[in-house]
């Protein structure tokens, strides 16, 4: 990762950084690596089990209630690709001990170094999956995840129940939530007619999702 990024991560426009914030993220993109354990996987859903309705997705022996918009973004998918990405639980024992003694603004510089790290492991993980499928021809979409779009974050459920036990090394609480915290799941639509595009930010009404464009 570079400087860049993790300053848009932060919020800030391009350079706008102050001095000072500029200097903790050098220190932490220094030391970031010793406390990163980047594992991610996937599995692939095939066709005679996966069927797409207006606003849920049948996915082997599961139906995801996704709601229209996530829906309708796979609706020319006929298979899919269910994904975890961690970062482990390095990164985040980080931040917390800096946080506890007081180190703020490099624990929140840690904290966005962690979930840029864990995003941009996912788009590795689906430039693998792009590779997988090219020999079919295939085109993907974006990715997509419980907690988003209007698909409840208790869907993980549902989600892990179609993945090994274990599978990298996450967990659910009962609540849903992910343990290490700096990880992503989800799913990639696949198919012939398949494709990448722009996130509906104006279709959705979270307004604080990373990926919404003001």
Not at 1 to 26: S, T, W
Not at 29 to 56: F, M, N, Q, S
Request: glycine share 12%; proline share 7%; with cysteine.
């Amino acid at each position: 990762m570079n400087h860049v990024l993790l300053e848009k991560a932060m919020g800030y426009p391009d350079g706008a950084a102050p001095e000072a914030v500029k200097a903790v993220i050098d220190e932490v993109l220094k030391l970031a690596g010793r406390h990163v354990r980047l594992e991610g996987g996937y599995v692939i859903i095939p066709p005679d089990a996966v069927k797409v309705g207006p606003d849920t997705i049948h996915c082997d022996s599961v139906d995801f209630s996704t709601g229209p918009v996530i829906a309708g973004q796979l609706k020319k998918a006929v298979a899919l690709s269910l994904f975890v990405v961690t970062a482990g639980p390095g990164i985040e024992e980080w931040s917390r001990q800096l946080l506890a003694q007081g180190e703020y603004l490099k624990g929140f510089v840690v904290d966005a170094y962690g979930s840029e790290i864990v995003e941009l492991g996912a788009e590795r993980l689906a430039e693998g999956v792009q590779k997988k499928i090219a020999a079919e021809q295939w085109g993907m979409t974006n990715r997509f995840g419980p907690g988003y779009c209007g698909w409840p974050v208790a869907e993980q459920q549902k989600l892990f129940s179609l993945l090994p036990p274990g599978f990298c090394g996450i967990r659910l609480s009962p609540s849903a939530l992910m343990v290490p915290l700096k990880s992503v799941s989800g799913l990639i639509g696949l198919g012939p007619s398949a494709e990448r595009s722009g996130y509906v930010c104006s279709l959705c009404e979270r307004t604080d999702c990373f990926r919404r464009r003001v």
